[in-house]
């Protein structure tokens, strides 16, 4: 078996747990880094385990997360949060927006899950 592995580093965005009992229920940032391992049986052609060219969606939606909020599904506070992105972008005429993003799980082993289905 032939492994590689591919690593996003680096992508700013926020989250909170507000079942957490510590700080963790406020909002705070983390550079976050995703790590992606591949493997193969027999290499391709190219002698590849994987094409990292071909990876361009998965990168773009990592994109998708820079300087974003990301939130539980069920967090309490999520309907204040939406409202307030309508209101800063009605504010700035359209023009600034709150990249909000909710997930079943916004702890770190949940956004490990959610990478790896959106990467499958």
Not at 45 to 50: H, K, N, R
Request: hydrophobic share 40%; proline share 3%.
């Amino acid at each position: 078996m032939t492994t590689c592995i591919k690593r996003y580093i680096d992508i700013p965005f926020a989250h909170r747990q507000p079942a957490h009992m510590g700080h963790c229920r406020f909002i705070h940032g983390h550079n976050w880094s995703f790590e992606f391992e591949f493997e193969c049986r027999e290499k391709d052609e190219c002698g590849f385990v994987v094409d990292f060219g071909g990876l361009v969606p998965l990168k773009e939606w990592l994109g998708t997360l820079d300087h974003a909020l990301v939130l539980n599904h069920d967090d309490p506070l999520l309907n204040m949060w939406e409202l307030q992105a309508v209101l800063a972008a009605t504010q700035c005429d359209g023009a600034a927006k709150t990249n909000l993003l909710t997930v079943k799980d916004c702890s770190c082993e949940g956004l490990a899950e959610w990478a790896l289905a959106e990467a499958n």
